[in-house]
């Protein structure tokens, strides 16, 4: 039975063998998440993981950058009304949930920045490979925001508290090779070789039991999930209050100066 692989306004859907690539395709504002994307990617992963035609997916941007995180205009029109960030809310859960709850293995191909939200669908996918070229970070508090969207959860997973603590507090990006020397990616590689080091990536996972690897991939994401619900309507709670504060609005306004 074929699936027809669906049309979205800002995602590319492409198959390749058994191999289902999502690109974000916003390539002009370096796929910075709107609400149209934030609705796709709502729904994309659960498509996924009822296509029987792929046994791998792949998670990426186009152009230069994976994703700048929040869009400009889509952040002013939330901290001045930000009633609208709270119908988000409900999509950021579907997002985190449906990532996770996707039994086959996700493949970050971290193609450039990723910041922010951007920083957060990276981490969540299961296998994280990056050009040298990109620089991968959480700067909600630069913008007087709690990091409540998932990257309050996922850092201290992969690099423990400490370290976390250091980089969320701070938001500084870091570059793919520091982040693969503290174990926040798999791996840094020349930008010439993100290409064939994903392929060969898949091709692994291919060549294995498709449910030894499925099954495998949910036993580890158990304790992920665990912590996930423990802690993700609290972290989007604070998020959704600290928008509403002049903190936020003010670093909003200075942004919008800085780009006209």
Not at 219 to 247: I, P
Request: charged letters at 20%; proline letters at 2%.
């Amino acid at each position: 039975m074929t699936t027809t692989i669906p049309t979205y306004e800002t995602l590319l859907l492409t198959r390749s063998g058994r191999v289902l690539t999502i690109t974000m395709n916003r390539p002009e504002l370096l796929n910075a998440v709107n609400l149209k994307l934030h609705e796709e990617l709502a729904e994309v992963f659960t498509f996924a993981a009822a296509d029987v035609e792929c046994d791998v997916v792949v998670f990426t941007g186009a152009g230069r950058a994976f994703s700048a995180g929040g869009d400009l205009e889509h952040i002013q029109r939330n901290a001045n009304n930000a009633d609208l960030f709270d119908e988000e809310v409900r999509l950021a859960k579907r997002i985190v949930f449906s990532m996770l709850d996707l039994d086959k293995p996700l493949v970050c191909r971290l193609n450039g920045h990723a910041v922010g939200l951007g920083a957060t669908l990276a981490l969540f996918c299961d296998i994280i490979i990056a050009s040298e070229k990109a620089k991968i970070g959480d700067p909600h508090v630069a913008v007087g925001l709690v990091a409540g969207d998932g990257g309050a959860i996922i850092w201290p997973q992969l690099i423990g508290l400490c370290r976390a603590k250091e980089y969320l507090l701070t938001g500084e990006l870091l570059t793919a090779s520091k982040a693969a020397e503290i174990g926040l990616i798999n791996h840094c590689v020349a930008p010439e070789a993100l290409d064939t080091t994903v392929d060969a990536l898949c091709e692994r996972l291919l060549a294995g039991s498709r449910n030894a690897v499925r099954w495998t991939k949910i036993l580890l994401n158990q304790e992920l999930k665990r912590v996930t619900h423990s802690l993700l309507d609290t972290g989007l709670a604070y998020e959704a209050v600290s928008m509403r504060q002049a903190d936020h609005r003010n670093a909003v306004q200075a942004m919008l100066d800085k780009s006209k």
